[in-house]
C-alpha cells in the first residue's frame, strides 16, 4: 500500500487535484463554521449587505475603492449603560436586561454605546439595520410603551415608537397575533422606517420624509468617526406591573463591500453560497457516481462474465439507454415530476439523484465489460478454474482485484459528469432552486446580470471556477489511481 | 489413468466452423510421462484443455475408470484437485497482484486443504520442490519480481502443491531460456519417478524425448503417429514424424536440414489425409480417404496408407 502512495504522490498532476480536493472537502466538511448561514436564498439570510457588494478585498481595485465596507456592531449586556426613572429595579443577564417597573410613568432606558467609523459613506449612501428582541409580561390592561432612539451628543434621534398591545408588529411582515406575555420581535430594517412610524422621520420637511427610510444614515451618522448611543426605553403608561426583558441591539452598517466573496442579487453571501454550494455539489456527485459505477459494475461483470445470451441482453439493453438523449430526459422527468407534484414529499435532491443514476451507467458498464472480457481471456483466469475454483472465487479474488483501478478510475471519472449534468439542471432552473448550489449560482447570475452595475465577477466565477476545478482534479484523480491500481496497466499490457 | 476417447472439437471462427480436433483417442497411464508433439495449430493444447475438462468438446474423458466427461459440483472439485496444467507462458499465467505464496496457496484454499499452518508448510515444501530456495524468501515477494524461468518454476509449484496425479504441461519449457529448459524438465522426471503421470505438450521432439516415456504426433487434429519414445525417434513411420524429426538442428557447422515436406500453405483439404497437399509419398487413395490408425510394431501405431 505504502508503494502505491509513493508511486500515486510522485504525479505532479495527482498532487495538485488532491490539493484542490482537499480544498473543497475542507470548505465543504467546515461550512458550518465558515458561514453563519444555513441557506443564504431564505429570506431572513438575505440583504446582509447591499446587492451586488464586491467583497472587501476588491477595494485594492480602483473602481472599488472608497465604497464603505458593510460593518456591524455586536452589543452584549456588559455593554450596556441603564438608567431608571420612577420605581424601577433592574437585573442583567447574559441576553437581556431585565427590569422590573412599577407606578405610572416610570421608565427603563438601556443604552448602548458605539463608535460609527465609516468615513466613505458620503459616497454612497448606505443603509443599515436594527435588530432587538423585547419580551414585555404584563396584565393586557395595563399600557407599555417601547421606544428606540440614537443618541448623538446633545441630540436624540426618536427612531420608533411601539405599543405591544396582543399582537405582535413588523410592519413589513404581519405575522399572526400572539397573546399577551409572549415575545415580541420588533425589527427596524433598513427602508423600513417611514414617517407613520417613526416620530423623528415624520419631523423631517417633505422630501427628506420620503427618502428617509433610505437616507437615514446620511442625515443622522455626519461623517467624521463619532460616538453614537443606542438607545432602548420602555416606558409604563398606566402603572400596572411590567417586567421589560431587553435584548442587546444589532446594528448593522450596510455597505457596498461584503465580506470574501461580496453578495449576489440578493444581498446575500457568495461565499456562504459558494460554500454551501461545493458540500451539496460534493455529495450529491460522489453519491451519485457510487450508484453509477454500482450499477455499471455489476451489470458490465456479470455481461462480460457470462459472455453468450446474457451479454448480448445485457448489451442491447446497455445500447438502448444509451440513444436516449440524457439531458433532455433528465429536463422532462424532472419537470413532470416535480410540476405534477406525481412524487410527493420527496426531496428534489434525491429525484436529481435517482435520475442522473439510472441515465448515467452506460459508459461505466461498457468499460468494465470490455476490461472484464480482456481479463477473462487471461490465461491466470482459467489457470484459477483449472484449480478448482468456482465464478465466484474467479470473480472476487481474480477480476474485482485487477478490475479495482478501473472501478475507483470510474468512480473519479463520473464525479465531474454528475456535477456537470446536476449543475446544468440546475443552472436551467429546472433542478433545486431552494438552496445554493453551484449550477443555481450561475443560473440566478444569468438571469439577474443585466440588473448589476457592471460585470458580477465574484458571484460567477467561484461557481464556475469550483466546477472545472473539482471536475478536472476528479478526472486526473481517477487517471492516477487507475494507473497505479492496475498492474497490467503500468507493465504497458492490456 | 486418464483417457480421451474419440475428442472432437469446433471452434467459431468468424462465423465458419473450424474442427480443431477430430475424434482424438489419447490415453496417459499411472506415472508415465507422455509427450504430445505436433506444429502450432494442430490442436495439442487444445486436446490438453479438453481433456482436463477446460474446453467444451464432444466425446468421453475417462479418469481412473470413471467417466467424468459431464460431472460437477463435489466430484468436479476432485477432479480438479487431482489434474493440474502448466501454462506455456508464466507471465500470463500468474496474477502478478498476488505474492508467489498466495499464487501458490489459492488451489488449497479453494479446496480448504488443511488448516493456515499445514497449507503454509505445504507451500514452503512445493517451492523446495521446484527449486526455489530459500523458500522463505521466495513465497513473500511478488511475481514481477521473478524472471521467466523461476516463474515457471513458481507455475509448477502451484500445481505440485495440490499432489496432484496427472499434470497436463503445455509447453512448460518453450518460453524459456534453452540454457533453463533442463532444469524444469528434471523436475517432471522427478515427479514421473514419484507416479504422477504427465501430458507433455511440445512442439519441439527433442525436449518431449527428453522426458517422455511415449510419443503422440499430432497434424491437424489428428494423432497421426503414436508409440514408444525409442519407436517414435529411432524409427519414425509417418511421413510427418520423419520430417519433424529430420527437421531437429543440429549444432554444427555446415549442417543443413533438407526439407522433407512441401513447403505449400496450402488450405486444410475437406477430406483424405489431411497431409496429403504436402506429402512427399502422396497416393491418389490419400486424396479421398482418411488412414486410420494401424499397429507397425508393438505399441506402435501409424495413420498412414503406406504401411
Known amino acids: 500500500m505504502n508503494k502505491t502512495l509513493k508511486s500515486l504522490f510522485k504525479r505532479k498532476s495527482f498532487l495538485i487535484s488532491f490539493a484542490i480536493l482537499i480544498f473543497f472537502v475542507i470548505i465543504s466538511a467546515t461550512a458550518n463554521l465558515l458561514t453563519p448561514y444555513t441557506n443564504p436564498y431564505e429570506f431572513s439570510q438575505e440583504y446582509i449587505a447591499n446587492p451586488y457588494s464586491p467583497p472587501d478585498w476588491a477595494s485594492i481595485f480602483p473602481q472599488y475603492s472608497g465604497l464603505p465596507p458593510t460593518t456591524t456592531y455586536q452589543f452584549t449586556t456588559s455593554h450596556a449603560v441603564v438608567q431608571k426613572e420612577g420605581n424601577v429595579s433592574f437585573t442583567k443577564n447574559s441576553t437581556y436586561v431585565i427590569g422590573e417597573l412599577q407606578g405610572k410613568n416610570s421608565c427603563l432606558n438601556v443604552s448602548y454605546p458605539f463608535t460609527y467609523n465609516s468615513p466613505a459613506y458620503k459616497k454612497a449612501p448606505s443603509s443599515f439595520s436594527l435588530n432587538f428582541t423585547g419580551l414585555i409580561k404584563t396584565s393586557s390592561s395595563t399600557d407599555v410603551q417601547v421606544n428606540i432612539y440614537l443618541i448623538h451628543g446633545n441630540k436624540s434621534y426618536f427612531l420608533e415608537s411601539f405599543v405591544p398591545v396582543d399582537y405582535s408588529f413588523n410592519f413589513l411582515y404581519p405575522t399572526c397575533p400572539l397573546p399577551v406575555n409572549s415575545v415580541s420581535n420588533f425589527s427596524i430594517e433598513s427602508g423600513g422606517l417611514n414617517f407613520v412610524n417613526s416620530p423623528y422621520i415624520s419631523s423631517l420637511s417633505g422630501s427628506a420624509r420620503l427618502e428617509g427610510g433610505i437616507l437615514i444614515p446620511s442625515l443622522i451618522f455626519k461623517g467624521d468617526p463619532t460616538s453614537y448611543n443606542v438607545m432602548v426605553s420602555v416606558k409604563d403608561l398606566s402603572g400596572g406591573p411590567v417586567s421589560a426583558y431587553i435584548s442587546p441591539p444589532k446594528l448593522k452598517n450596510e455597505g457596498y463591500l461584503y465580506g470574501i466573496l461580496g453578495t449576489d442579487f440578493r444581498g446575500s453571501s457568495v461565499f456562504s453560497e459558494f460554500v454551501l454550494g461545493a458540500r451539496f455539489d460534493l455529495e450529491l456527485s460522489v453519491a451519485t457516481s457510487l450508484v453509477i459505477v454500482g450499477i455499471g459494475l455489476i451489470l458490465g461483470l456479470i455481461a462480460g462474465y457470462k459472455g453468450g445470451k446474457t451479454d448480448t441482453v445485457l448489451n442491447s439493453v446497455t445500447d438502448f439507454f444509451l440513444t436516449i438523449p440524457t439531458l433532455p430526459l433528465l429536463i422532462v422527468l424532472e419537470s413532470v415530476l416535480v410540476a405534477t407534484n406525481l412524487i410527493l414529499n420527496v426531496n428534489k435532491a434525491f429525484i436529481i439523484f435517482t435520475l442522473i443514476a439510472l441515465l448515467s451507467w452506460m459508459a461505466t458498464m461498457k468499460i468494465i465489460r470490455s476490461a472484464t472480457f480482456t481479463l477473462k481471456g487471461r490465461t491466470f483466469v482459467e489457470a484459477s478454474r483449472a484449480l478448482g475454483g468456482g465464478s465466484f472465487h474467479i470473480l472476487f479474488k481474480h477480476l474485482i482485484p485487477n478490475l479495482l483501478g478501473i472501478i475507483v478510475a470510474q468512480i473519479a471519472y463520473d464525479v465531474p459528469t454528475v456535477i456537470l449534468v446536476e449543475s446544468g439542471l440546475d443552472f436551467l432552473g429546472l433542478g433545486i432552486t431552494s438552496f445554493p448550489t453551484w449550477g443555481n449560482m450561475l443560473g440566478y447570475a444569468s438571469h439577474e446580470l443585466t440588473a448589476s452595475n457592471g460585470f458580477v465577477w465574484w458571484w460567477i466565477l467561484p461557481p464556475g471556477l469550483g466546477i472545472i476545478l473539482l471536475s478536472a482534479a476528479f478526472y486526473f484523480i481517477g487517471t492516477a489511481l487507475r494507473d497505479v491500481l492496475s498492474p497490467y496497466k503500468t507493465r504497458g499490457e492490456a | ?307
Open chain 2, 1 to 307: 489413468m486418464i483417457e480421451g476417447k474419440s475428442i472432437s472439437v469446433k471452434f467459431k471462427v468468424n462465423g465458419r466452423d473450424f474442427q480443431a480436433l477430430k475424434g482424438v483417442n489419447i490415453k496417459v497411464n499411472k506415472g508415465e510421462v507422455v509427450g504430445l508433439a505436433g506444429e502450432s495449430g494442430s490442436g495439442k493444447t487444445t486436446l490438453g484443455r479438453a481433456i482436463l475438462l477446460l474446453q467444451k468438446f464432444q466425446g468421453q474423458v475417462i479418469w481412473d475408470g470413471r467417466d467424468v466427461t459431464k460431472v460437477k459440483g463435489k466430484k468436479m472439485k476432485e477432479f480438479r484437485m487431482k489434474n493440474q496444467i502448466v501454462y506455456q507462458d508464466p507471465f500470463d499465467a500468474i496474477d502478478i497482484r498476488l505474492k508467489i505464496f498466495d499464487v501458490i496457496a489459492e488451489g488449497l484454499r479453494i479446496h480448504h486443504e488443511g488448516s493456515k499452518q499445514e497449507i503454509r508448510d505445504s507451500v514452503m515444501e512445493s517451492l523446495k520442490l521446484v527449486g526455489l530456495n530459500p523458500p522463505e524468501q521466495f513465497a513473500n515477494i511478488y511475481p514481477t519480481q521473478l524472471s521467466g524461468g523461476q516463474l515457471q518454476r513458481v507455475a509448477i509449484a502451484r500445481t505440485l502443491v495440490m499432489r496432484p496425479d496427472f499434470i497436463v504441461a503445455d509447453e512448460p519449457v518453450s518460453m524459456l531460456d534453452m540454457s533453463i529448459r533442463a532444469g524444469i524438465l528434471e523436475i517432471f522426471n522427478e515427479l514421473k519417478s514419484k507416479g504422477t503421470s504427465t501430458l507433455m505438450i511440445t512442439h519441439d521432439l527433442s525436449t518431449v524425448a527428453y522426458v517422455s516415456d511415449r510419443i503422440y504426433v499430432m497434424y491437424l487434429g489428428k494423432i497421426v503417429e503414436s508409440g514408444l519414445t525409442s519407436q517414435i525417434v529411432e524409427n519414425p513411420k509417418h511421413p510427418y514424424t520423419q520430417a519433424l524429426i529430420s527437421s531437429i538442428p543440429v549444432p554444427e557447422p555446415g549442417y543443413k536440414v533438407e526439407p522433407k515436406l512441401k513447403d505449400e500453405d496450402v488450405p486444410v483439404p475437406e477430406k483424405g489425409c489431411p497431409l496429403y497437399p504436402r506429402c512427399p509419398f502422396r497416393m491418389e487413395k490419400c486424396k479421398t480417404s482418411d488412414p486410420e490408425m494401424v499397429q507397425v510394431e508393438p505399441g506402435h501405431e501409424v495413420a498412414c496408407y503406406l504401411y
